[in-house]
Each structure stands twice: as C-alpha cells, then as structure tokens.
C-alpha cells in the first residue's frame, strides 16, 4: 500500500531541490535547445522545390532528434537522485523514516518525470511550430503528415519513464554524481535503436508497429519499477556491502577478546 | 524478551563479509535513560546503532526497539517510534532550515506540521533561522537542525551517533546542552561518542565496546570495578623512612612514590627528589575511613602534610585501561 502524503514530500522536495540546482536546471534547458537548433535548421534550410527523397529524408532526421530529449534530459536528472543523496549525507536521516523504498523511488520517479516530459513536450511543440509558421508550406505538410509523427508524440512518456527507471537503478548503484550521468545516458539509448529505424523508415512504420512497442516499452518501464525498488537495497546503499545473514557466519575467533567480569546487561 | 526497555540486545553479531563488526553483544537500556556508546573508531558503534535503527539487519542475535522486537514486518513501526542523528547533519543543503524540517514531517505523516516545525526549532534556539538555506549554516547550527529534525516525531529512543564530532567547543557544549535537555524530556538517548569527558558528563551509564562489549555500568561502577581505591598524599618533603609509617597502617594494603599530580611511579626512589616536595599512593579499602588515620601518622613522622585525598580515575582512565588491554597488550 503505498502512502500519497510520503510520496508526495518527496515529489515537492525534489521538484524544490531541481529548481535550485543548477546543473540540472542548465541541463534541463540547454539539451532541448541543442536538440532544436539543428532539425529547425535542416527543415527551413530546405526548399519547396526540393526533391520528395530529399524533403523525406530531412524529415526523418528532424523528427528523430528531439526524441534525445525525453531520454537525456531525465537521465541526467535521475542520476543525480540517489547519489546526490549520498554526496549530501541524506540518505541515511531518509531511510530511517517510515518511508518504503517503493514509495521513495515513486516519487522521485515523478519528480523526474513531470518536468522531463514538459520539457520534451515543450520542445517538440516549438519545434512544429517553427515548421507551420517558418517553413515553406510542402515542407510543413511533409512534416505534418509523416507516419512516424502520432507514434514519435506517444513515444516521449515512454521513453522518459525508461531513461528514468535506468537512472535511479544506476544512481543507486555508484558513488559518484558524474559516473552515473555518463552510465545513465548510455543506459538510455537501447530504445533509441529500433526508435532511429523507425523514424529513418528502415523499419516501415505503421500503426501496429508503433502501437506494439509502445506496448512493450510500457510493459518494460513498470517492471522496471519493481526492478530498481528491489536493487535499492537499505543495507548496501548505506554500508556498500551486500546483507549477509548466516549465523555460522557469525562465530566469533576465539581468544581474541578478554571477557571482562562486570559486563551485566541489565539496568 | 520483556517489552518494558527502551532497548533490548540479546546476542548481537554483524558480520560483513569476513570481518566480524559485532560481536555477540548484549545489554539493555531503560526507559528515559542517557546511555553512552563509547569505543575506537571501528568498534561497531555505528553499525549497532543502525542495526538498531532498522537500517541494517543484524547477521544474528536479536533486539527490541522501543519494545518492538527488530524483523522486516516491524521495520516500519520502529522508525516511527525512532529518530537517528548522525555525524553528518544530513540536511538538504538547498533547502530552508523550515522545508527539511516540513519535508521530515510530512515523511512521518504528523498532524499540526507547522506547529510541530515551529516548536522542534523552540527546542534548538533556531526559529531565526527558519528560513535560511542548510547551505547557509555553519557546522553547528546545522547539527541543530539535525536535532531538530529529529525532534519532529516525539521519538521514544534518539540514537545521537557522534553528534559533537568536527564541532567546535562552544558549538559541542551547545550541542550537549540540548542533549541533557532531552533527559527532562524523558527521552531516552542512546549517544555514541568519542568524547568521555561528555559522556562522563551526560550518561546515566555507559557501555565500552570494541567488536564485542569489554564493559557496561556507571562511570563510578567501571571505576570501583577496575581500578583499586587509593589515597595520594602530599608531603612538604620526602618521607624519611616512608615504610614505617605505611606499613604500620591496617588500613593500608600497599603504598608507591606517586608523581607530584598523583599517578604512580614505580621507578622513583622515595617519592621526591631530595628537599622537594613529595608524593604518595596509597592503597585502601574504604579511602573515607582510612585518611584520618594516615593523617594521624604523618603528622606524628613529623611530616608537613600538604595535600591527602581519593584518587579520581577518570572515564578516560577505564576506557584506556579496556581499550589498550586488547590494541596493546594482547
């Protein structure tokens, strides 16, 4: 059972701890930009007259770039959720509260993906919309009526609950705030594999296709969930050991301590 | 195991892959009692207390938290009834002193959060301070938001693990100032500490521990129990013939020159160099009935008895004497 009022304080303290850092909020905002600067460019760079393999070629490319944006923007973000946890020395105070992990992880999960997805949303947005009003008007219809455009729209909650499951299950695992942005980024491009097939048409995409993975992705990032809730073991993250439980284990070596005749228990 | 403790340890071992932290350890702490963890770094302070505070399970034995026995179906019942401080103040350093301590109490899901966060900053003398950012404070004022913090629940056991370490001693005394105050509070404390002289100060009793508890009892009970009662004196000069005057004393079992601040000094001749003054360790059973008669016996020598008095052994003393019984003698 999972209790609203705890996941929710840690929805509002790590939205209020994004806000004030600012390597996330640089790159929570400079990525979309990066991202949009070159497909606007390769589309109102391109002319009415051009040729429909060239027109469709540019708007493979151009609808496939902001897909990095669901991806990279929340993988940076979730890297930093538990490590940056560590590096602060909270994390210890944090798991003796009555929090679950599940709890714990739902929350900064959320935390993640809401901005994740307004920023990827947001970008998409701009982008079509420089396209309706900038571009020459074929090539705003070729974009308009790409096949892969309803699917790549779909794919971005998709893709960020990915990047974000793979992010936490990362930042529970290392030590160090930078490793594990650069671990989660790479952790976060298998999707992205058969999503460029998809939008560069090796792959013919279709509805079925599109509504398949999407499926299978959905499918994927909640068992993720699970995954990562039981990789974020208390024990580990706050000593670096894995639990041991064995009482053989627990035989002491002989001789090496003297008892002392005063030591009584009892108050 | 009885449920009237505030913290019950049978047998506890922890065992981190081959290097056993705990070792077998028992002991039991009442209720609204202050109770001292002492031990070298490395002792298995650290770890007791977050076995203790559910963070880590224990490879054997077994331990109640405020009378609920430890196991994963309690875990979250004891954290309720529990707060753990630890070195490091832990603050969400971009937060305000207010928005870690409000996030705390929503986590415990405390009714009145406002209220609850204004009287947890009363407590510590940082209401000022309320909306400032961690990041702001110094390495003081951050351990009092951390007590603070801790605070919030009303917790019936406070783990307090080296709260003083890295402060100051104006921040320290602070900081054991409003330790002491938990015990009106009628909270009990479970305070790991390198430094004696506070736990001396604070703890109703204290354990010593290094891997597996070397002792458990009062300051003054560890005293009685390791040391022999003895008396110092402080003669104007050198006793003459000191053997005659002690040995005739039934009071006294044996006696030693002593260096002028009362310890021992096997090596010395007659306790003194030569027209200086001197000093002398005596060995007794009962020091209040023993003084007047040795006092009768010096002045009757002819001695100009400066000083007689109890030698005080420090918790320093019996925690030096334990510790180096294994890290240097064995």
């Known amino acids: ?267 | 195991m009885s449920t009237q403790a505030a913290i019950e340890v049978s047998h506890l071992t922890k065992v981190f892959g081959t290097r056993t932290a705990v070792r077998d350890v028992s002991f039991t702490v009442a209720r609204g009692e202050v109770f001292g963890f002492l031990g070298p770094n490395g002792a298995g302070k650290t770890t007791t207390v977050r076995i203790l505070g559910t963070l880590i399970a224990p490879t054997s034995g077994s331990a109640a938290v405020a009378g609920i026995p430890l196991g994963s179906a309690s875990e979250e019942e004891i954290r309720q009834r529990i707060s753990i401080t630890t070195e490091a103040p832990g603050l969400y350093n971009r937060l305000t002193v207010a928005e870690n301590l409000e996030f705390f109490a929503r986590l415990y899901g405390l009714p009145g959060r406002e209220a609850r966060v204004y009287e947890a900053l009363s407590a510590v003398g940082l209401t000022n301070r309320a909306d400032d950012l961690c990041g702001s404070l110094s390495k003081g004022l951050k351990q009092r938001a951390s007590l603070a913090r801790s605070l919030l629940n009303e917790p019936e056991v406070m783990f307090l693990d080296e709260p003083t370490s890295g402060l100051d001693p104006a921040a320290a005394h602070e900081v054991l100032g409003l330790v002491s105050g938990l015990r009106e509070r009628g909270v009990t404390v479970f305070l790991t500490t390198h430094r004696l002289d506070e736990a001396e100060r604070l703890c109703d009793r204290v354990a010593i521990m290094n891997t597996s508890l070397r002792t458990i009892g009062t300051p003054e009970e560890l005293r009685r129990t390791l040391f022999s009662r003895s008396i110092a004196v402080a003669t104007a000069a050198p006793l003459h013939q000191p053997d005659k005057v002690f040995d005739g004393l039934p009071s006294v079992q044996g006696w030693q020159p002593a260096d002028p601040d009362g310890g021992p000094r096997p090596d010395a001749g007659l306790g003194g160099g030569p027209g200086g003054p001197a000093s002398y360790l005596l060995m007794v059973t009962d020091p209040a009935a023993a003084a007047p008669g040795i006092t009768r016996a010096l002045v009757a020598a002819g001695a100009d008895v400066l000083s007689i008095g109890e030698t005080r052994h420090s918790l320093e003393d019996v925690y030096l004497e334990l510790i180096e019984d294994k890290e240097g003698r064995s």
């Open chain 1, 1 to 267: 059972m999972i209790n609203t009022t705890r996941t929710g304080a840690v929805i509002r303290k790590e939205l209020a701890e994004f806000r004030r850092n600012r390597l996330i909020v640089v790159t929570a905002t400079l990525l979309p930009v990066v991202f949009l600067i070159s497909p606007t460019a390769s589309i109102l760079a391109i002319h009415a007259s051009a040729s429909s393999a060239l027109l469709s070629k540019r708007v493979d490319y151009s609808l496939f770039l902001p897909l990095l944006v669901p991806l990279f923007v929340p993988a940076t973000m979730s890297a930093y959720s538990v490590v940056g946890e560590k590096e602060q020395g909270t994390l210890e105070p944090l798991l003796t509260t009555p929090i679950t992990r599940v709890e714990l992880l739902l929350g900064k999960a959320v935390a993640i993906f809401l901005p994740a997805i307004t920023v990827s949303y947001l970008t998409f947005g701009v982008f079509l919309a420089i396209v309706a009003l900038f571009a020459d008007a074929p090539v705003a219809t070729a974009m308009w009526h790409a096949p892969q455009l309803p699917a790549e729209v779909l794919f971005i909650p998709l893709l960020a609950a990915w990047a974000i499951w793979i992010g936490l299950a990362i930042s529970s695992k290392v030590s160090e705030t930078r490793v594990a942005q650069q671990l989660s980024v790479l952790g976060s491009l298998p999707p992205l594999a058969l999503i460029s097939l998809l939008s560069f048409q090796v792959i013919t995409p279709s509805f079925g296709l599109a509504a398949a993975f999407a499926g299978g992705l959905l499918v994927i990032d909640c068992a993720a969930c699970f995954f990562v809730a039981r990789l974020f073991d208390r024990e580990r993250l706050v000593t670096g050991t894995r639990p041991r439980r064995s009482a053989a284990a627990a035989v002491a070596a002989p001789g090496t301590v003297r008892r002392l005749p005063p030591v009584s228990g009892t108050s």
